[in-house]
Nanobody, 124 residues
Framework: VQLVESGGGLVQAGGSLTLSCAGS????????IGWFRQVPGKEREGVSC????????KYSDSVKGRFTISSDRAKNTVSLQMNNLKPEDTAVYSC??????????????????WGQGTQVTVSS
């Protein structure tokens, strides 16, 4: 399983970024993909997830209404559209995969494979 994130960068508060997670080496349809973020000194936070099996999604309360997760199964890619970004969204964002056909969750301990992460910095 290989996961590669892209799309991070520096943006002003109120701006938008789209992160992508490209997966390879596994049967994409049978996995759920999660996006997590971490700030140095703090615990990793689950942001959003999607099941490639049934299409269900979840969002943390901190991003609900601002972030949208989607999956392109033809390209084995999961995207995270982030709108109305706030300085508190600054973190390293990582995607992770777990073999789960139905549903998904934001508990990082249940995910088996991780990408290397991409930095998102939101300036005030």
């Amino acid at each position: 399983v290989q996961l590669v994130e892209s799309g991070g960068g520096l943006v002003q508060a109120g701006g938008s970024l789209t992160l992508s997670c490209a997966g390879s080496g596994f049967a994409f349809d049978g996995y759920s993909i999660g996006w997590f973020r971490q700030v140095p000194g703090k615990e990793r936070e689950g942001v959003s997830c999607i099941s490639n099996g049934d299409g269900s999604t979840k969002y943390s309360d901190s991003v609900k209404g601002r972030f949208t997760i989607s999956s392109d199964r033809a390209k084995n890619t999961v995207s995270l559209q982030m709108n109305n970004l706030k300085p508190e969204d600054t973190a390293v964002y990582s995607c992770a995969a777990r073999p789960l056909v139905l549903g998904c969750n934001l508990w990082d301990a249940t995910y088996d494979d991780w990408g290397q992460g991409t930095q998102v910095t939101v300036s005030s």
